[in-house]
């Protein structure tokens, strides 16, 4: 079974703090996701990796950065936290299945970040 | 832009009956189309995806049904049963400008069984 790890469950920041959400994944999935999810607005894809040190912005990454230094672990940084970035966050896995498509994501539980 | 959109917010069935959740979408480059579940405090979880070359998939008590020229899909659920109450998402596969896969998600609608 896959599994999916976020290091935090619930995270309280401050104001232009620099936040590190990680996430590890024990499959060998090529590909990692961060995405966010707001009420009334579903989940926003802010970045994704699909090889070692190798990223692609999502839909909205303005203020985020991502670090993918091995294989299965895929870090969120928000450079200087906002009071707009307090959302759940959540971190997903799939495999490269190149033209065809079975290869579902794999998510984590979540972190819920607040940031004050 | 909100690509793939899920019209209602919440929905309420009375157990044993049919479940439809529909979810529409703007971008005709999605070629797969997928519904995920989520439980609170938990991520969400693969339950059933359909191609866009084909019309209708079923696995179990789940169907899921597209229409391309409509640009909708929507999501069976035969019977409801009440752990079946949880959030569902639409979402849509596109290829990104470098040639990856990524996943678009809709709004997501509430669903709640009534026993």
């Known amino acids: 079974d896959v599994k999916v790890t976020q290091s935090s469950r619930y995270l309280v920041k401050r104001t232009g703090e620099k936040v590190f959400l990680e996430c590890v994944q024990d499959?060998?999935?090529?590909?990692m996701f961060w995405y966010r999810q707001d009420p009334g607005l579903g989940l926003r894809l802010i970045y994704f990796s699909y090889d070692v040190k190798m990223k692609e912005k999502g839909d909205i990454p303005e203020g985020y950065s991502v670090s993918r230094e091995k294989k299965e672990r895929f870090s969120l940084i928000l450079e200087s936290a906002s009071t707009n970035q307090t959302s759940m966050y959540l971190c997903?896995?799939?495999?490269?299945?190149?033209?065809?498509?079975?290869?579902?994501?794999?998510f984590g539980n979540g972190t819920r970040l607040t940031v004050t | 832009d909100q690509q793939v959109k899920q019209n209602s917010p919440s929905l309420s069935v009375q157990e044993g009956r049919i479940s439809i959740l529909n979810c529409d979408y703007t971008n005709s480059m999605f070629d797969y189309f997928l519904w995920y579940k989520k439980y609170p405090a938990e991520g969400p979880t693969f339950l059933i995806s359909?191609?866009?070359?084909?019309d209708k998939n079923e696995d179990g008590r789940f169907t899921v049904f597209l229409n391309k020229s409509a640009k909708h899909l929507s999501l069976h659920i035969v019977p409801s049963q009440p752990g079946d109450s949880a959030v569902y998402f639409c979402?849509?596969?596109?290829?990104?400008?470098?040639?990856?896969?990524?996943?678009?998600f809709g709004t997501g609608t509430r669903l709640t069984i009534i026993p």
């Open positions: 359909i191609s866009s070359i084909k």
């Open positions: 997903a896995s799939s495999s490269w299945t190149g033209s065809s498509y079975n290869s579902p994501l794999h």
């Open positions: 979402a849509a596969r596109a290829i990104s400008n470098f040639g990856n896969e990524k996943l678009t």
């Open positions: 499959m060998d999935h090529e590909n």
